[in-house]
């Protein structure tokens, strides 16, 4: 049934009333009402303004009535007037020339990293001054903070400290997984090497593990929005730090946009590979540190990417080779080519070796440099040598003590000391007696101390009483007249001569130095001394200083094995004039005579009874003012070289710089380490030659023309050059060079042995005590201590030095090792650096720190950080993503240049293998990127410590890092063990001392 009109409309009263209620039909007709009245008002009061401003003008035109403000407007008129300009404070740092370089700085920050999204929303300038004055007041807190920073110290223990510590970490982790994995027993797979690493680090932080921050992305942005709000505080104004809006996005700026995005590129061990490179990029790739990284390499990858950069290399070379002729192809392409095919068969060989499943220390034993050779090839050493050599005598007493013989060793190198500080006693009595002839003072050297330590030597190993360990067995007169030269006789240097000559030839006996030569640590010295290397190794790939994988046949300076063999060879002087360029340019014009040298070739040297050596020749040419030309030869011997050297560094400052080629101290006439001094000593004669160089050392080319002059050498004061090189660069001599270097130096220098122990030795006490006697500490605990703990912190004075040189120690691991004469022969160096140049060394360390951090040096870094982001005041575009393989190969070339670079002095004196394997140390901690953020923080919280030394950053760092489960553990751990010792009744107090202790 359908409902009406009308229907519907009582539906819909009903409704309305039962839903507003009966006076609901009143109220809407007086809304109505009330709206058609105010819209009457509204439109009369606008009406009757109108007529009113009609009439006042009409009455009046030139007044003209402004709008009112009202409401709303009265808030956002003022708003939109706008200052005619902010001013700011230009001034930063105290330093014109560093706040130039940050204002333009700030300046292209704001414009392309602020501006672009500001402007977007406003127009009004007050945000951006205010952003900008903060900005401000932080750098200037900053400056202001770092004055204050005792940078030396800072640099060179600090920051060296932590780094070292870092890598006895990492080398202490690495040494215990390696030992887990060795173990035939063990059920469960090996520990993760990061998990060890941070296990080491509760123990050696003191409760401080950064696991968390290094390993998850979520607490490492936690910990950096803590820390920036700390800094937000103490740096920016308090009105601005309270602004909870302004101070939440300066924090996460800071710590999103700026903090960690830092970390995430200085800890991608690709762009440190990339930093070492740009770091050494003027120092040669020399291709035995080339072969040697490929054959060292433990993954595939690196392999394939090598491979594939080789392949593309021979292809373009046989490309190259097609379109020349048959002569440039036999002198150019065709040694390339051969360069190449090795080398990728040295890559394949690796790689053959990788998947059989041999490990990486395996390998470095009997790769193809290191494979033992037959017995009639390997180097004789004789026994003078070894007893000389630092590497060589470690290793001979690794085998006499396994044959029970170590006490000849140590008793001939006790007498040489002995004779060391006897021969100085005595040349100062012997001065102090002419002194003495002069004046009526009595002589200040007691010489009972002479005999009372040649007393305590003959106790010590030649005395029935001596202990089993050092007695030294010698025929019974023998000792007797040794004993009674040493009550009865007076006191000299050579007391124990007889015994000591006694001694050498017992050394010499078939059960000891014989036998040592045929045993397996006589191949592990030869290998470390580097004279395992066949020396046919570098014609297969050209004898050049350095290799190019990639470069064109111009770039290539690979040679052909033709030249190679023709090496060493005599020539005629129309060889010489016909095969080489011409030894002079044309006749100068200004009417000077100018001189010019060439490094020639070489001739071995063999004279009756001496040692062979090598004669260099040098061709000469002068050229007098009217053009006439005179040519001759001059043959020099190395040494005669080095004492020019010494001769040019002691009177010219300026070129303290300038490199000679280091010294070898065996397989020193090779024929490819010939020609590679060849090279650089023709690179030497040139620098001295240079007309920039004479001009500005005046009366240093009479020096040199004496040098080129025909005939013998005067060495002027060549000797005692070469006597005072030793004492400054002492990494290539034995004991008894040293012996000599010290007796030569002044009194007031060294007096004895004895006399120039100090603060040094005492360090080195420390770690010799804990390392290598049977008390203390063992060695892993020493491990979990940092570096510097063996430093006493009242003993300040050489810090700097000795820090540096426990680095050393650390790096090539040389305390570790379990070699009497080592340890001794590093005690004695670092007390005759102290001792003769301590001061010297320190100051210029304070020097290299002050000059790092003058406002000229800030001045650049801070242009450098400007050039790198914005190159020509542009913004620089974002870094090309990198292909793996690259990074691959940026890997094995990093690794290459850091063995090119390592000194030929230090693998001299510490032996190849250890300064190999420290560098492979060093590179695989650098390869890690958890292992790099852990040494980044603890450098970044290091750097907030001592800039806010008053603010107890310490104990907010432990604090932050108080969430690690491995502190956790470590304090339920301790707190069980508490709870035990209480269960036992030992005193509260006393478990409180104990833990403070800890």
């Not at 575009?877 to 890997?891: A, G």
């Amino acid at each position: 049934m359908e409902l009406s009109s009308a229907g519907w409309v009582g539906l819909g009263v009903v409704l309305f009333l039962t839903t507003f209620g009966i006076l609901s039909p009143v109220l809407l007709v007086f809304y109505l009402a009330a709206f058609i009245a105010g819209g009457l008002i509204i439109l009369y009061n606008f009406h009757v303004k109108k007529e009113s401003e009609m009439e006042m003008d009409r009455s009046t035109p030139a007044t003209q009535l402004d709008d009112a403000h009202i409401g709303v407007q009265q808030v956002v008129e003022p708003m939109r007037d706008k200052p005619s300009s902010y001013k700011s404070d230009k001034r930063l740092t105290g330093a014109n020339i560093i706040d130039g370089e940050l204002q333009e700085v700030l300046e292209s920050a704001f414009r392309d990293y602020i501006h672009p999204w500001y402007y977007s929303l406003s127009s009004h300038q007050q945000f951006l001054y205010e952003i900008r004055q903060s900005t401000q007041s932080i750098i200037i807190t900053l400056a202001t903070k770092s004055k204050e920073v005792d940078w030396e110290k800072f640099f060179t223990k600090k920051l060296v400290d932590d780094f070292a510590s870092h890598l006895r970490l990492f080398r202490t982790a690495q040494e215990k997984v390696r030992k887990w994995e060795q173990k035939e027993d063990a059920q469960e797979s090996p520990p993760d090497l990061e998990s060890v690493f941070f296990d080491l680090e509760v123990e050696m932080e003191n409760d401080i593990c950064r696991d968390l921050i290094c390993t998850s992305e979520a607490k490492e942005t936690e910990y950096l929005q803590n820390v920036s709000e700390v800094l937000l505080f103490l740096l920016i104004p308090e009105k601005d730090f309270h602004s909870k809006p302004f101070r939440f996005l300066m924090r996460e700026i800071l710590a999103c946009n700026v903090i960690k995005p830092l970390v995430e590129r200085i800890t991608d061990p690709d762009y440190i590979n990339q930093t070492i490179i740009w770091a050494v990029k003027d120092m040669p790739f020399t291709t035995e540190a080339f072969l040697t990284v490929v054959k060292m390499c433990t993954t595939i990858e690196e392999l394939d990417a090598m491979i594939e950069i080789i392949d593309q290399e021979i292809f373009r070379q046989r490309s190259r080779d097609a379109n020349k002729t048959q002569r440039d192809r036999a002198s150019d392409s065709k040694q390339q080519l051969k360069s190449l095919e090795y080398v990728r068969k040295v890559c394949l060989d690796t790689i053959d070796r990788i998947l059989s499943g041999e490990d990486i220390d395996t390998g470095e034993e009997v790769d193809e440099e290191d494979r033992p050779l037959p017995a009639q090839k390997l180097y004789s050493l004789p026994i003078d040598i070894v007893l000389v050599n630092s590497i060589a005598v470690s290793h001979f007493i690794d085998f006499m003590r396994d044959v029970g013989g170590q006490s000849y060793v140590f008793f001939y190198h006790t007498v040489e000391a002995y004779r060391v500080m006897a021969e100085q006693q005595l040349n100062v009595v012997q001065l102090q007696k002419l002194e003495n002839d002069r004046s009526s003072h009595q002589p200040k050297v007691d010489l009972e101390r002479l005999r009372a330590a040649a007393l305590n030597i003959y106790q010590e190993y030649l005395s029935d009483d001596a202990s089993t360990g050092n007695q030294v067995r010698l025929d019974s007169n023998l000792l007797k007249r040794t004993y009674q030269r040493i009550k009865m006789g007076q006191p000299s240097a050579s007391v124990f001569d007889e015994a000591q000559k006694k001694a050498l030839e017992v050394l010499q006996e078939e059960r000891f130095f014989p036998a040592f030569k045929k045993s397996p640590l006589y191949i592990k010295c030869l290998a470390e001394l580097d004279l395992l290397k066949d020396d046919s190794l570098d014609s297969r790939l050209g004898d050049d200083e350095s290799i190019q994988i990639d470069s064109s046949p111009e770039n290539s300076n690979m040679g052909s094995s033709e030249d190679i063999s023709s090496i060493g060879s005599q020539g005629s002087a129309d060889h010489i004039e016909h095969n080489q360029a011409p030894l002079l340019s044309p006749p100068p014009t200004d009417g000077k005579p100018v001189i010019m040298a060439r490094m020639g070739q070489s001739t071995m040297v063999r004279e009756k009874g001496e040692t062979p050596y090598t004669l260099y020749t040098i061709n000469v040419a002068r050229v007098d003012g009217q053009g006439q030309q005179e040519i001759w030869d001059v043959y020099r011997r190395f040494s005669e070289f080095h004492d020019l050297h010494m001769c040019l560094t002691e009177k010219f400052e300026s070129l303290k710089g300038l490199s000679l080629p280091s010294k070898r101290a065996f397989n020193n006439t090779s024929r490819s380490f010939v020609q590679k001094r060849i090279k650089a000593l023709n690179a030497y004669i040139q620098t001295l030659l240079n007309p920039d160089v004479l001009a500005t050392n005046p009366g240093m080319l009479p020096i040199v023309c004496n040098f080129l002059e025909p005939g013998v050498y005067n060495r002027g004061k060549g000797m005692l050059a070469r006597r005072m090189d030793t004492l400054v660069n002492p990494l290539k001599t034995g004991v008894r060079n040293v012996a000599h270097t010290v007796k030569n130096v002044p009194s007031n220098l060294v007096d004895g042995v004895t006399m120039v122990s100090d603060k040094m030795t005492d360090t080195m006490n420390d770690i010799s005590k804990v390392v290598f006697s049977g008390t203390g500490k063992p060695a892993d605990q020493l491990d979990l201590d940092r570096v510097s703990a063996v430093i006493h912190p009242e003993d300040d004075d050489n810090i700097p030095l000795r820090i540096m040189l426990l680095l050393m120690d650390e790096i090539f691991d040389l305390k570790q090792r379990d070699q009497w004469l080592r340890r001794q022969l590093v005690m004695v160096l670092r007390q005759i650096i102290k001792a003769a140049f301590g001061n010297k060394i320190n100051r210029q360390i304070v020097d290299s720190v002050e000059h790092f951090t003058s406002a000229e040096q800030v001045t650049e870094y801070v242009k450098m950080f400007k050039d790198s982001f914005w190159p020509g005041g542009i913004l620089a575009e974002p870094t090309p993503v990198r292909e793996d393989s690259v990074k691959l190969r940026t890997r094995v070339a990093t690794k290459g240049k850091m063995f090119s670079g390592i000194p030929d002095e230090l693998k001299n004196f510490i032996g190849t293998e250890t300064t190999r394997r420290g560098t492979v140390r060093v590179f695989d901690m650098l390869q890690n990127p958890t292992f790099n953020k852990r040494l980044f923080y603890v450098y970044f919280e290091g750097l907030l410590e001592v800039l806010f030394p008053e603010n107890k950053f310490r104990n907010i760092f432990h604090k932050l890092h108080s969430q690690s489960p491995r502190i956790r553990a470590r304090r339920e751990k301790r707190r069980l063990k508490e709870d035990t010792q209480s269960l036992r009744g030992e005193p509260v107090q006393q478990r409180r001392v104990r833990g403070y202790t800890r």
